[in-house]
């Protein structure tokens, strides 16, 4: 029996109530406890008890991460901090990091739907996580470490970094599942062939990745490198960490939410207006369990698109259709708009290029000037200067025929790409230090 599979195969109307119920808990909670959500619902004439649907939440306004930045640190928290038992914080690049808080209850929450996930990733009790999510922080170490407990599964908790040190520990320890963010699974798995450490012959079956954009073209260089199902994973800190979304490993064609405890909406970037199912807009998550830090329609400035068709799995959760990318992440080339996934499908579509990649991105002359820096492959390589360029000239070409962009390839050696320990860095941006 899989863990909670009737709250994941309720039929839509019981889940609908039950989501009504919860959603009108929360608001009330938010309006009672948190002075920022009751202002900002005074400010639309919004009260609790107007929340008598589902679709109701369209009334709500939207939170922004400028928002929660607004209250830093404890300001959006909805219980006194002496009932809080956890803080994450999510890594602020620029300005203050946004912290979010847990009771109890809510790590409780958290443990069961990362249990789920695992579940609906193939993962039974017995099984054998190794994960190398960071701990701290970022919800990704202890999320998967919480779910993995819950669920039975034993956990090394290796976090990220001393990459050959932990292909020791995959042999030895002969984990089921492996738990890190795509690019560092590609790491580990480069650095396994050097150490002449064949992985697809491990105990390895299943991985869980995730916390950032990665495609289809990736999930299949990660299965066929590592001998595994390659599964996806989302969550972010906001709303509770990883555990929002996962795929089932029967279909893997899409992330079921676990609507039990978070409604999703996708809308217009531009109107907040929602979009229909199949159509791409950004997605927003209402908490509808969380006691500490509660978010009404927060504006994830992930872009997916959402399909309620039933799922051969039986779940009959919402799918969301795997992320393309952020909001801030989409580059504007000359008017047209890019996305590095779309750069990475098409990378990893040439054979002679190897998976690591790195786009820069300059001004010149009040235009921006996209450069997509890519390993060639080990074979290629040896070929020389040349063979490379070629194979540049033909991926630049690729690159402007599907996606519509202008933009200069460069074909590097092995090893002259960054190898990521975490969430990989895909885009360097030199326009802001460009205009000082
Ligand atoms: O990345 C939580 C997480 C940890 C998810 C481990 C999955 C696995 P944050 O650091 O707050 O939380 O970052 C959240 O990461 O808004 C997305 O932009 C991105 N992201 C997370 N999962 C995916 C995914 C964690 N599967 C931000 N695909 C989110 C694409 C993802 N992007």
Known sequence: ??????????????????????????????????????????????????????????????TKKENLRENYPFGMFA?????????????GTTGKPTVVGYTRRDVRTW??????????????????????????????????????????????????????????LIRDFEPTALCCTPSYAL???????????????????????????????????????LGIDAIDIYGLSEVIGPGVGVECVEAKDGLHV??????????????????????????????????????LRYRTRDISALNPAPCRCGRTHVRMQRITGRTDDMLIIRGVNVFPSQVEAILMQTETLSPFYQ????????LDLLTVNVEGSPPL???????????????????????GVTAKVVVKATGEIPRSEGKAVRVVDHRKSQNK
């Open 1 to 62: 029996m899989i863990l909670d599979i009737e709250q994941e195969t309720l039929p839509r109307e019981e889940l609908r109530e039950l989501q009504v119920r919860r959603l009108r808990a929360t608001v009330e909670r938010c309006y009672q406890t948190v002075p920022y959500y009751r202002d900002a619902m005074d400010e639309l004439g919004v009260r609790p008890n107007h929340i008598q649907s589902v679709e109701d939440v369209r009334l709500l306004p939207f």
């Open 79 to 91: 219980v006194p901090t002496d009932q809080v038992v956890r803080i994450h914080a999510s890594s």
């Open 111 to 168: 443990a069961r739907v990362m249990a789920r996930s695992l579940a609906a990733a193939g993962l039974r009790p017995g099984d054998r996580m190794h994960n190398a999510y960071g701990y701290g922080l970022f919800t990704g170490g202890l999320g998967f470490h919480y779910g993995a407990e819950e669920l039975g599964v034993m956990v090394t908790p290796i976090s990220g970094g001393q990459t050959q040190r932990q292909i020791m």
């Open 187 to 225: 790491n580990l798995a480069e650095a396994a062939e050097d150490m002449k450490v064949d992985l697809r012959k491990s105990s390895l079956k299943v991985g869980i990745f995730g916390a950032e954009p990665w495609t289809d073209e990736m999930r299949y260089e990660l299965e066929s490198r």
């Open 258 to 295: 676990f609507e039990d405890h978070f409604l999703i909406e996708s809308v217009d970037v531009n109107t907040g207006q929602p979009v229909p199912y199949g159509e791409s807009g950004e997605i927003v998550i209402t908490s509808l369990t969380k006691e500490a830090f509660p978010v």
């Open 359 to 366: 786009l820069e991105v300059f001004r010149e002359n009040n």
């Open 381 to 403: 390589v040896t070929q020389g200067r040349d063979a490379m360029d070629r194979v540049a000239h033909k991926a630049q070409k690729d690159i402007k025929d599907f996606i």
